[in-house]
């Protein structure tokens, strides 16, 4: 039940931080909102690790494969690709199309099995769900 909560609050927060950034980046622009965005979340997590964990800072640079150290970067690209969605869809409809692909490449990732990820069978009851949350957006968009 803890992970379900935390999961609803997880994409509560990314809603609400889209139309934050997307504000900002009005009276900026799309990189310096983005900037501003990854050096408030390492301030952010600099004071949670000193106030609660205080574990070796340098023991991320301990995983392997070195790709996974690239989520920054990604996380750069997703705050850019999000306050250009929102901006031009608005918040509802971006975040709608955001959610369909995160949900089709995390299935599709299981079915490959890669980055680490435990490989799944295929299922159509799966694809059904992604297919009548496709239709969901199709309706939602539809005036």
């Keep these: 039940m803890t992970g379900i909560f935390i999961a609803l609050l997880s994409g509560a927060l990314m809603s609400i931080q889209g139309v934050f950034n997307t504000e900002v980046t009005k009276a900026s622009s799309v990189w310096v909102s ?7 979340a390492l301030v952010t997590c600099l004071a949670v690790w000193s106030i609660k964990e205080r574990t070796n800072l340098l023991g991320v640079f301990q995983v392997s494969p070195r790709y996974m150290l690239l989520g920054g970067v990604i996380g750069a690209f997703i705050t850019f690709t999000v306050i250009k969605s929102m ?3 608005g918040p509802a ?3 709608m199309l955001i959610v369909i692909a995160q949900l089709i490449v995390a299935y599709l990732i299981e079915l490959a099995g890669i980055f680490g990820v435990e490989k799944v069978e295929f299922s159509f009851r799966k694809l ?7 239709a969901g957006v199709v309706m939602f968009k539809w005036e």
């Excluded at 983005?34 to 408030?40: E, G, R």
């Excluded at 059904?128 to 496709?134: D, K, L, Q, R, T």
């Design 87 to 89: 901006e031009s869809l």
């Design 93 to 95: 409809r971006a975040a």
């Design 34 to 40: 983005a900037s501003w965005v990854q050096f408030s």
């Design 128 to 134: 059904a769900g992604m297919a009548i949350a496709v």
